[in-house]
T-cell receptor
Framework: DSGVTQTPKHLITATGQRVTLRCSPR?????VYWYQQSLDQGLQFLIQ???????AKGNILERFSAQQFPDLHSELNLSSLELGDSALYFC?????????FGPGTRLTVL | AQSVSQHNHHVILSEAASLELGCNYS??????LFWYVQYPGQHLQLLLK??????LVKGIKGFEAEFIKSKFSFNLRKPSVQWSDTAEYFC?????????????FGTGTRLTIIP
């Protein structure tokens, strides 16, 4: 157990819908990262927040957005979902050089 | 931008065989290097990491990796694999000047151990 929690574990939805994935970092970790893991793209960095502020952006689509709240938990919002958005979404947290990953949310878009 | 290459996509070995998984990165500056393992249906777990110092790094479960700066490589090794090592292995790199910085992952190597 890494100490990073993610909910829900599984999410099944339809194209065009909007979903929210939630991540709680390890206690004391200020940074939260979101990654997408899919069969065709592999593990891709999406976005990073540090103490409530956006720190870095990766291959994140405009239909996706994220935020980090004052209690440091983070949410990833995915809208206008397409079949190709089906993937495993991981959250990670770190306080310095090492990242600890959560169990992931498996999103299936039908 | 940095990138990571893992040339072995799927490796199949018998138990007790020795393992070496290749990892090469491209980035001109100083890097931190990592190997993560993902067991079937589970999240990523850190196997080992290199920040500085001794280029031969020992990790959990008998794994080790050697950083060869001149070759931009960080290959993962284990002298004798077990069936329980069946998993996907990811090499990752991070720019070392930045404490909180994204990881760039390789495409992963699927390791299957035959009992």
């Amino acid at each position: 157990d890494s100490g990073v929690t993610q909910t829900p574990k599984h999410l099944i939805t339809a194209t065009g819908q909007r979903v929210t994935l939630r991540c709680s970092p390890r206690s004391g970790d200020l940074s939260v990262y979101w990654y997408q893991q899919s069969l065709d793209q592999g593990l891709q960095f999406l976005i990073q927040y540090y103490n409530g502020e956006e720190r870095a952006k990766g291959n994140i689509l405009e239909r996706f957005s994220a935020q980090q709240f004052p209690d440091l938990h983070s949410e990833l919002n995915l809208s206008s979902l397409e079949l190709g958005d089906s993937a495993l979404y991981f959250c990670a947290s770190s306080v310095d050089h090492e990242q600890f990953f959560g169990p992931g949310t498996r999103l299936t878009v039908l | 931008a940095q990138s990571v290459s893992q040339h072995n996509h799927h490796v199949i070995l018998s138990e007790a065989a020795s393992l070496e998984l290749g990892c090469n990165y491209s980035y001109g500056g100083t890097v931190n290097l990592f190997w993560y393992v993902q067991y079937p249906g589970q999240h990523l777990q850190l196997l080992l990491k290199y920040f500085s110092g001794d280029p031969l790094v020992k990790g959990i479960k008998g794994f080790e990796a050697e950083f060869i700066k001149s070759k931009f490589s960080f290959n993962l090794r284990k002298p004798s694999v077990q069936w329980s090592d069946t998993a996907e292995y990811f090499c990752a790199v991070k720019r070392s000047n930045f404490g909180n910085e994204k990881l760039t992952f390789g495409t992963g190597t699927r390791l299957t151990i035959i009992p």
